[in-house]
């Protein structure tokens, strides 16, 4: 059984950063891509950044490319989104998410079989 577990979320001002991680377990974690999506009230799942399962290959929302900056550590089964720059827009719960049978970008819900629990990210303005 595979779970993901986000953290990192919280209150910042406008122009702050965090960093937000999803620890996985289960089956081998450097097999799945992964990817970060984001979701306010009223509107659909929106993506935000996707890696490759080996770290080679990472793909950005336009409205967050150049601001935030996903990794992952294969060693540590963790993924991360660095989030600088923020804005009140990006304002929303955030959630890691697993996937095996998606073709690069992996911008797709449906492209992921796992989802965490999601984190909470405010931005002030």
């Known amino acids: 059984q595979v779970q993901l577990v986000e953290s990192g979320g919280g209150l910042v001002q406008a122009g702050g950063s965090l960093r937000l991680s999803c620890a996985y377990s289960?089956?081998?974690?450097?097999?799945?891509?992964m990817g970060w999506f984001r979701e306010t009230p009223g509107k659909e799942r929106e993506f935000v950044a996707a890696?490759?399962?080996?770290?080679?290959?990472?793909y950005y929302a336009d409205s967050v490319k150049g601001r935030f900056t996903i990794s992952r550590d294969n060693a540590k089964n963790t993924v991360y989104l660095q989030m600088n720059s923020l804005k009140p827009e990006d304002t929303a719960i955030y959630y890691c998410?697993?996937?095996?049978?998606?073709?690069?970008?992996?911008?797709?819900?449906?492209?992921?079989?796992?989802w965490g629990q999601g984190t909470q990210v405010t931005v002030s303005s």
């Open positions: 998410a697993a996937g095996r049978g998606g073709t690069y970008p992996y911008t797709r819900v449906y492209e992921y079989d796992y």
């Open positions: 289960g089956r081998t974690f450097s097999a799945y891509a």
């Open positions: 890696i490759s399962w080996r770290g080679d290959n990472t």
